[in-house]
């Protein structure tokens, strides 16, 4: 049954009889998060009209300003998958480092990057929640071809939760008149190619050549440039038009900004899901064993041709 009345919750009780590991367990963590999303959006539509707005004045693990906003979705989302009794641990970009469950109880690792793109807040531009699962293990930190479930929710006129747990990519619409996330996206497939690249080239200075040369020779060929500052709204619509994300390596950053379990394993999961590829350093971000919770590195993802139009430079 595929129509546009399936709710995520139909969803995920069909995958459970088609495709573990989704199972109850799991289940009832997706169903966590997406209730706390469908709060943060909720919260999301009325900035502006309630007092939300603004900084907490301090600042998180990444030394980046926390905005009211970010504290309030990371409360949420780690109170809430915490007393679920499925997750251990969550590990999320607000925090130093990761929060057990209190008896240590719960099969499941979440990692969260509560509301991506904070600095949009002000401004009324989109904003994005990126979650990634772990089965529970010896470790914390896991590669990330070990993820279970990996998904974002992107606030944009639309309200869209994209999924996958390993047998492709499923976007969900959150239908206001219900409170519903219902199937809308079956089976996302990215384009082979496109024509659209998302960088913030005002670092333009500081790429390394590689990055430099993939950009003159793509301009050339009238490449558009798209940039919000919100890896979720990039990524999401490089995924449905084609194209390359590039957040790398500079001489000022060799490190990269973004985060390797918080944004990085998770886009790089789902843009393979849905036919695409990503690359960090050179080699596939989804193979390598995180040395922290906080690390950062390069990270290029998109339409397969552009990717590896960019690796052959
Ligand atoms: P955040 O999760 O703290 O909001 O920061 C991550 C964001 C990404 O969404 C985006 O791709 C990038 O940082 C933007 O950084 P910059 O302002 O350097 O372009
Ligand atoms: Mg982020």
Redesign the pocket.
């Known amino acids: 049954m595929l129509n546009k009345s399936q709710t995520l919750t139909d969803f995920l009780l069909h995958e459970e009889i088609t495709s573990p590991p989704v199972n109850g367990s799991l289940t009832m963590v997706l169903l966590q998060i997406e209730n706390s999303v469908k709060i943060i959006g909720s919260h999301i539509k009325q900035s502006g009209l309630v007092d939300i707005l603004g900084k907490t004045g301090y600042k998180n693990a990444?030394n980046?300003e926390v905005q009211r906003f970010d504290d309030l979705s990371n409360t949420l989302l780690v109170t809430t998958l915490l007393s679920s009794g499925e997750v251990y641990a969550v590990a999320s970009?607000e925090l130093k480092e990761p929060i057990y469950s209190k008896n240590k109880g719960g099969d499941f690792i979440v990692c969260i990057?509560p509301?991506?793109?904070?600095?949009n807040v002000d401004c009324n531009a989109s904003l994005g929640t990126i979650f990634s699962i772990y089965k529970k293990g010896d470790n914390i930190l896991q590669k990330g071809n070990d993820q279970i479930a990996a998904g974002y929710v992107l606030y944009g006129p639309s309200i869209m939760f994209v999924l996958t747990t390993g047998k492709g990519v499923n976007g969900f619409t959150l239908d206001p008149s219900i409170g519903s996330f219902l199937l809308s996206h079956s089976n996302i497939i990215i384009p082979e190619k496109g024509s659209q690249y998302a960088i913030?080239e005002g670092y333009s200075s500081n790429f390394t050549n590689q990055t430099k040369k993939f950009l003159k020779s793509f301009k050339s060929n009238g490449a558009k440039l798209r940039y919000s500052?919100?890896?979720?709204s990039?990524v999401h619509r490089i995924l449905i038009q084609g194209g390359i994300f590039l957040?790398p390596a500079d001489n000022k950053n060799p490190n990269g900004?973004?985060r390797l379990l918080y944004?990085i394993n998770p886009m790089a999961f789902i843009i393979n899901q849905a036919g695409g590829l990503a690359v960090s350093d050179g080699i596939d971000p989804l193979t390598i064993l995180p040395n922290s919770v906080n690390q950062t590195m390069s990270i290029v993802l998109g339409s397969k041709d552009n990717v590896k139009i960019y690796k052959s430079f």
């Open positions: 990444f980046d970009e990057d509301l991506d793109g904070s600095s913030n500052g919100c890896m979720v990039d957040y900004k973004l944004e």
